[in-house]
Structure formats: structure tokens, C-alpha cells
């Protein structure tokens, strides 16, 4: 499942975008735990101490943020979905 990293998050992963190898039926919590594999640093940046999503970190499946989703940590995204995952990011 390709997986596109934003902000200091692409600065971890060295790249925007990076293929992660999933079962098929993967959901996104499943795939987040495999971002985290191999990029461990990513953890205190993506998740709680609880393993919950920080509330400024926002996975999206095809432009929609995963907490607003039914299922939410537990989706299943397609294989063909877009998969993008961003830092808050400030400015003015």
C-alpha cells in the first residue's frame, strides 16, 4: 500500500511517497503500526502513549481524515486508495 508523507514526516521517510507491504485486508491502525516499523521515530510524532492518533497528526483515505470515517482506525482502505499522512503544519 503506497503511503504519501508530508511535512517533517517526508523528512523522516526520505521520500514522499513509500510502499508498505500489508495483507490485503489491512486496516489503516495495521498499516500506521508498519509505518512506525520502519520508521520507529515516527511513533511519538504519530501516536499517544495510549496508541491513539495525536489529534494534530491526520491520515487521510482518498482526502477524507480517518477519525471522521465509521470505522475509523479501523478501516480498510482499498488497494488503489491515496493514502496521505500529514503533521499540523502552522504559519500565517
Known amino acids: 500500500m503506497k503511503v504519501s508523507f508530508y511535512a517533517t ?4 521517510a526520505g521520500q514522499k511517497t513509500v510502499d508498505f507491504d500489508v495483507p490485503e485486508n489491512a486496516t489503516i491502525g495495521q498499516l500506521v503500526d508498519a ?3 520502519r520508521y520507529p521515530v515516527m511513533r511519538d510524532k504519530l501516536l ?3 496508541g491513539s ?3 494534530y497528526v491526520h491520515v487521510f483515505i482518498n ?3 480517518v477519525p471522521f470515517l ?3 482506525m479501523g478501516t480498510v482502505p482499498n ?7 500529514f503533521p499540523a503544519v502552522g504559519g500565517g
Not at 488497494?79 to 499522512?85: A, H, Y
Open 79 to 85: 488497494p488503489t486508495d491515496t493514502i496521505s499522512v
Open 70 to 72: 465509521q470505522d475509523k
Open 48 to 50: 499517544l502513549e495510549d
Open 63 to 65: 482526502g477524507r481524515d
Open 9 to 12: 514526516l517526508r523528512d523522516i
Open 35 to 37: 509505518i512506525i516499523q
Open 53 to 55: 492518533l495525536r489529534g
